[in-house]
């Protein structure tokens, strides 16, 4: 489905990609684990044409995508949900999620979406009409992501939801990945500072340093790594291989 070959980018004369290669198939859930300034939120910038390869290629779908503005990838069908929410404070959830479809023209499809997402996030039904900059850092994480929902997303990117939340909101929010995934086919790429759950989650996932990819392998596969549990899952639960499936 994404497919990067090679993709360098470059801040001026810091290079903070340096030709990496990765792919994500359809109905997947792939993540990027890494220390801060390793380069995963450059990549999802550079997937989504807020900044342009200086080398390599970006396709999505069989199709080349590197450079293309942000809101003809929306309309492809990407959608993301930045690090830090992003949500507009001003306005209500309802009006929030409405922005999330601003490409959409059924009404009826847009109301049916809508109610998708209150069933997934009740507690954004319970503050449909409450202004966004005044809920909770967890409100608010729901709403970014109930809002890149929106735009019915083939591939949504989603870049540190867990940031800041409560552990009691992280489990919510993982939760509702998973379910995205196998009972919504939302395939996801997911940059996420709990490596543990993240990896836990993920069919395939990558480890970024230095803008490079320094490992690649199944979720299970990284999780088990020595050399992964010792830089990115100290003080995580006992990892534990996967029950075989009869």
Same mark, same amino acid.
């Given at each position: 489905?994404?497919?990067?070959?090679?993709?360098?980018? $470059?801040?001026?004369?810091?290079?903070a990609?340096?030709?990496? $290669?990765?792919?994500?198939?359809?109905g997947?859930?792939v993540?990027?684990?890494? +220390?801060? !300034?390793?380069?995963k939120t @450059?990549?999802?910038?550079?997937?989504?044409?807020?900044?342009?390869?200086?080398?390599?290629?970006?396709?999505?779908?069989?199709?080349?995508?590197?450079? @293309?503005?942000?809101?003809?990838?929306? %309309?492809? !069908?990407?959608?993301?949900?930045?690090?830090?929410?992003?949500v507009?404070?001003?306005?209500?959830?309802?009006?929030?999620l409405?922005?999330?479809?601003y490409?959409?023209?059924?009404?009826g499809?847009?109301?049916?979406?809508m109610?998708?997402?209150?069933e997934?996030?009740?507690?954004?039904?319970e503050?449909?009409?409450?202004?966004? !900059?005044?809920?909770?850092?967890g409100?608010?994480?729901?709403?970014?992501?109930?809002r890149?929902?929106? $735009?019915r997303?083939?591939?949504?990117l989603?870049?540190?939801? $867990?940031?800041?939340l %409560?552990?009691?909101?992280?489990?919510q929010?993982?939760?509702?990945l998973?379910r995205?995934?196998?009972?919504?086919?939302?395939?996801i790429l997911?940059?996420?500072?709990?490596?543990?759950q993240a990896?836990?989650? +993920?069919?395939?996932?990558?480890?970024?340093?230095?803008?490079?990819?320094a490992?690649?392998?199944? !979720?299970?596969d990284?999780l088990t790594?020595?050399?992964?549990?010792s +830089?990115?899952?100290?003080?995580?639960?006992?990892?534990?291989?996967?029950?075989?499936?009869?």
């Amino acid at each position: 489905m994404l497919t990067l070959n090679n993709v360098s980018v $470059s801040y001026g004369a810091i290079e903070a990609l340096r030709g990496i $290669s990765m792919r994500v198939e359809k109905g997947e859930v792939v993540t990027l684990i890494g +220390a801060n !300034g390793a380069g995963k939120t @450059t990549t999802l910038r550079t997937i989504t044409g807020l900044l342009e390869p200086s080398e390599g290629t970006i396709t999505f779908e069989g199709e080349e995508i590197g450079g @293309t503005a942000t809101h003809k990838l929306v %309309a492809r !069908g990407i959608s993301m949900s930045p690090e830090g929410r992003g949500v507009f404070a001003n306005l209500s959830v309802r009006e929030n999620l409405n922005m999330g479809a601003y490409l959409q023209k059924n009404r009826g499809q847009i109301a049916r979406d809508m109610a998708k997402v209150f069933e997934m996030f009740p507690r954004l039904k319970e503050r449909e009409h409450q202004k966004a !900059g005044t809920l909770s850092g967890g409100e608010q994480q729901m709403l970014a992501m109930g809002r890149a929902l929106m $735009s019915r997303p083939r591939l949504l990117l989603l870049d540190e939801p $867990s940031l800041g939340l %409560a552990p009691l909101v992280v489990r919510q929010v993982f939760d509702v990945l998973q379910r995205l995934n196998r009972e919504h086919d939302t395939t996801i790429l997911l940059i996420e500072q709990n490596a543990f759950q993240a990896l836990k989650l +993920a069919d395939d996932a990558y480890v970024m340093a230095n803008g490079r990819i320094a490992r690649g392998g199944t !979720g299970m596969d990284l999780l088990t790594d020595p050399a992964v549990q010792s +830089a990115y899952l100290e003080g995580a639960p006992a990892t534990r291989p996967r029950p075989v499936e009869t």
